[in-house]
């Protein structure tokens, strides 16, 4: 029995160890997303945004309203035409890869953000 007891503890302390493990890696990821917002590199977004998101609301135009713009100044910033803007915000056209990257310039967000 005594052996019994022994791998019983063993097996408790690989749990235990284990579990600390996983704690040290979540502890580690908070301290570097938190180091990432506060250089900048990251931002948090309100529920309301992530669930306009999720709902496949057309990104553009979630992250546009965001900033607080409007579709003639992000169109402005993007070097593009409000009615192109208004186009892509509805689905009627894609952009290319070009246009996307400089209104995700322009949002402050990555293409992916945006796509």
Same mark, same amino acid.
């Given at each position: 029995m005594a052996n019994l007891n022994g791998l019983?503890?063993?097996? %408790? %302390?690989? %749990? /235990?160890? +284990? *579990?600390? #493990?996983?704690? +040290?890696?979540?502890?580690r990821a908070y301290d570097e997303v938190k180091q990432a917002l506060a250089a900048g590199e990251e931002e948090l977004i309100p529920d309301y945004m992530v669930r306009q998101l999720l709902d496949s609301e057309n990104p553009i135009r979630v992250w546009r309203e965001y900033r607080a713009l409007t579709q003639a100044e992000l169109a402005h910033a993007a070097g593009i035409s409000t009615a192109y803007l208004s186009q892509l915000? @509805? !689905?009627? /056209?894609? !952009?290319? *890869? !070009? #246009?996307? @990257? /400089?209104?995700a310039q322009s949002l402050n967000v990555t293409v992916d953000d945006i796509i």
């Open positions: 019983f503890y063993l097996n %408790e %302390e690989y %749990e /235990r160890l +284990l *579990a600390d #493990v996983e704690m +040290l890696h979540v502890i915000e @509805s !689905g009627k /056209r894609v !952009g290319t *890869a !070009g #246009v996307l @990257s /400089r209104i």
